[in-house]
């Protein structure tokens, strides 16, 4: 069984705990993240209203600490059914919520969030400039990982800067390119290389599955 039809079969079971305990906390926590693992499925309509029922219980009861957590979900349920702009603004509306709150346990994923998102998009300029500025992202996430010794966090956002260097790679560039190129994957290459070998269990979750996927290719 895969992590997401584990998450889902997890929700529907808490959702019945929640109903019997009479827990509405419980209740938002499974039926959001029965959400993510419909939109995980392929279900991205559903998931997302499951999501967006999850985030209305969670503020019913006051429970806001959470919210920025769901709307994270949410983002990237949206980014599979290929609601990017509304993926963008909820990922605003999020980081909005942490500082005006200060809630900012998730902060480094919704800064790699909003990177991915943007080189998703068809956001009007240069694709450089669009890479430049979710690289941005990228180093934000993984300098608010490293202070808050998120170390998941911090493996996530370099993965995430190592890919869109490889994207940019380019057997067409210059010399002088290619050495520049070269350069960055190498420096990638050695921030993953050493928040990968921080872990010393774990190895069968599929952050640390794609991360050493990831350096094999490098």
């Known amino acids: 069984m895969n992590l997401r039809d584990t998450v889902l079969e997890q929700a529907e079971a808490a959702m019945q705990l929640s109903t019997e305990l009479g827990s509405t906390l419980l209740l938002a926590w499974s039926t959001a993240h029965q959400g993510w693992a419909l939109g995980a499925l392929g279900q991205h309509e559903r998931g997302i209203s499951q999501l967006r029922e999850g985030l209305a219980i969670c503020q019913a009861v006051c429970a806001e600490s959470w919210v920025p957590y769901y709307l994270a979900l949410l983002a990237e349920t949206q980014a599979k059914a290929g609601q990017i702009t509304e993926g963008l603004n909820t990922v605003a ?11 900012r346990w ?47 966090l911090e493996l996530r956002a370099v993965m995430s800067l190592v890919r ?8 067409y560039a210059t010399r002088n390119t290619q050495h520049e190129t070269r350069s960055r994957l190498a420096e990638a290459h050695q921030m993953l290389s050493e928040i990968y070998n921080w872990f010393s269990e774990g190895f069968d979750t599929k952050d640390l599955q794609e991360a050493k996927a990831l350096l094999a290719t490098l």
């Open 93 to 103: 509306e999020a980081l909005e919520m942490s500082n005006r709150r200060g809630d």
């Open 164 to 171: 869109l260097r490889q994207q940019q790679a380019t057997p």
């Open 106 to 152: 998730y902060e480094a994923e919704l800064h790699r969030l909003k990177g991915m998102l943007m080189l998703q998009s068809k956001v009007p300029g240069p694709q450089s400039q669009v890479e430049g500025e979710a690289e941005e992202c990228f180093w934000k996430a993984i300098e608010i990982a490293r202070h808050q010794q998120a170390k998941s």
